[in-house]
């Protein structure tokens, strides 16, 4: 696996790689991360992952000073799972002037959901994944479910702004117990590991209910609620969606998902989950 940490040498070795399958990350690398690689490989061609943790996508009094940073581990993960190159720049290539003039305003679906409780986030996210784009140029990106809000972000974006660029969505890598996998699940205690999947048996009990025909989408997402902080969780929200648009679901929608994002300690989690009917 080739590393490069500068802008010109990546672009470089990009103009010889073909078929190109990207998969952007912050480290801190997990089973779900190998599997975002696997289906880059899967798309037949070479396989680029970057690592960088961008300053613009997190808020004050979050976590971007502590957030893990395991880029020995992560390499070593990266060559095992057949990896062609790694981006990994500095803060000052991505953001050499120290106000980053331009950014990418993502629509009004920036504030709802974990938006509304991260500000700025979805920008930061917007911002330094079009500068990816623009970097690496590939022909196809692949984004994991888990950060589902993300992923329509990102479509959107593609979409509206006509970047040539192929989103592959990603299902969510799970426990045996059903908790999603994240970098984050490092900062939980081992109690709070074993109370952690029920958040995911939450959003199960609500797929369920609505598979089975129930509408009163308030009455489930406040049942979930309750049991989420009964048992010690702090619950930003949880809250039933479709999924093309992330609009409130309705009764009588045919796709939808399940959304909650909430803390358990100190870090805060999220999950999904899609409903077809
Ligand atoms: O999902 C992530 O790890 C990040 O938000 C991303 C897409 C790498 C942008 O920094």
Redesign the pocket.
């Known amino acids: 696996m080739q590393i490069f940490t500068t802008v010109a040498e990546f672009r470089a070795w990009r103009k010889t790689a073909g078929y190109l399958a990207f998969v952007?990350?912050?480290g801190n690398l997990h089973e779900g991360h190998i599997s975002l690689c696997a289906a880059a490989k899967a798309r037949g061609g070479k396989v680029a992952v970057s690592i960088?943790v961008?300053p613009l996508?997190f808020g004050q009094g979050e976590d971007y000073q502590s957030y893990p940073r395991t880029f020995e581990e992560d390499c070593a993960k990266l060559e095992a799972a057949g990896v062609d190159a790694l981006f990994h720049p500095t803060v000052d290539q991505l953001y050499p002037r120290v106000e980053q003039q331009y950014k990418v305003e993502p629509p009004a679906i920036q504030d709802e959901l974990c938006g509304h409780f991260r500000p700025g986030h979805f920008r930061g996210?917007a911002t330094?994944?079009t500068k990816l784009f623009n970097i690496v140029q590939p022909d196809s990106a692949m984004f994991g479910k888990k950060?589902y809000q993300?992923l329509k972000v990102i479509e959107g974006m593609v979409a509206d702004l006509d970047m040539p660029v192929e989103i592959v969505p990603v299902d969510t890598g799970r426990a045996d117990d059903g908790l999603a996998l994240s970098s984050r699940n490092g900062y939980l205690t081992a109690e709070e590991r074993a109370e952690a999947p029920r958040l995911y048996r939450n959003l199960k009990k609500i797929a369920d209910a609505l598979a089975a025909g129930a509408t009163d989408f308030v009455q489930l997402t406040q049942a979930a609620r309750a049991d989420l902080e009964n048992h010690g969780w702090r619950v930003d929200y949880v809250e039933i969606r479709d999924q093309d648009r992330l609009e409130h679901a309705r009764p009588g929608d045919k796709r939808m998902v399940v959304l909650a994002a909430a803390r358990l300690g100190k870090p805060r989690l999220i999950d999904n989950l899609e409903i077809e009917l």
């Open positions: 952007p990350t912050m960088f961008n996508q996210v330094v994944v950060d993300q």
